[in-house]
């Protein structure tokens, strides 16, 4: 089987530095503060009626040649912010390309209108998977933080685990605008690890 069109390349650091723990802490309060789950859900449904909006108004084609790079680089970027906020990289993203996380997506498929809007039902299993990904990763997350205050080290396998959710979340997200036909899976891609 080929690979999948959206892999994350993810070079870890050999160690992180406790300050960032803080940080991130202190950004996941204001985010929960704030209410930002909710925003989620609201996305979740609103991104496939933008994406059929501008494939019937320009046709799948076009979609994936103006549109399709555009989402990718906020795909991109997203995925850099997440990793850092999920322990990955101490690098914040501050822009939609460099840096120690890149998400490489390889445009496909032929979306029409009608095909966009069903993967509102399509992903709804993976949707679940992820939510899943992402319980487990806040426990392990916590595990982890205390690691990086201890040791300034991320343990190999919640290290691993977090990319995993991610990459699982970038290909879900990727699948979920039509930039890509093949589904979601938690199939391996290229992570670089750090000399230790």
Avoid at 124 to 140: D, E, K, Q
Avoid at 156 to 169: E, K, M, N, S, V
């Amino acid at each position: 089987m080929p690979a999948h069109p959206v892999r994350i390349v993810l070079e870890r650091p050999a160690h992180l530095e406790r300050i960032h723990v803080v940080i991130r802490l202190a950004l996941l309060i204001a985010i929960g503060l704030v209410g930002l789950s909710s925003v989620y859900w609201v996305l979740y449904l609103a991104l496939p009626a933008v994406a059929a909006i501008f494939v019937l108004r320009d046709g799948g084609a076009a979609y994936l040649a103006e549109e399709g790079p555009r989402a990718v680089r906020v795909l991109r970027w997203l995925t850099g912010a997440y990793a850092y906020l999920w322990l990955l990289t101490d690098v914040l993203p501050t822009s939609s390309s460099g840096g120690p996380v890149d998400l490489e997506v390889e445009l496909g498929g032929l979306p029409t209108g009608g095909s966009v809007l069903l993967r509102l039902a399509y992903s709804l299993p993976a949707l679940l998977l992820a939510v899943v990904l992402s319980i487990a990763g806040g426990l392990l997350w916590l595990v982890g933080a205390g690691f990086v205050l201890v040791r300034e080290r991320m343990p190999g396998p919640i290290a691993d685990f977090l990319g995993l959710a991610l990459r699982y979340q970038a290909r879900l997200v990727a699948y979920h605008l039509s930039l890509v036909d093949r589904y979601p899976s938690l199939e391996e891609s290229p992570i670089a690890h750090a000399a230790a």
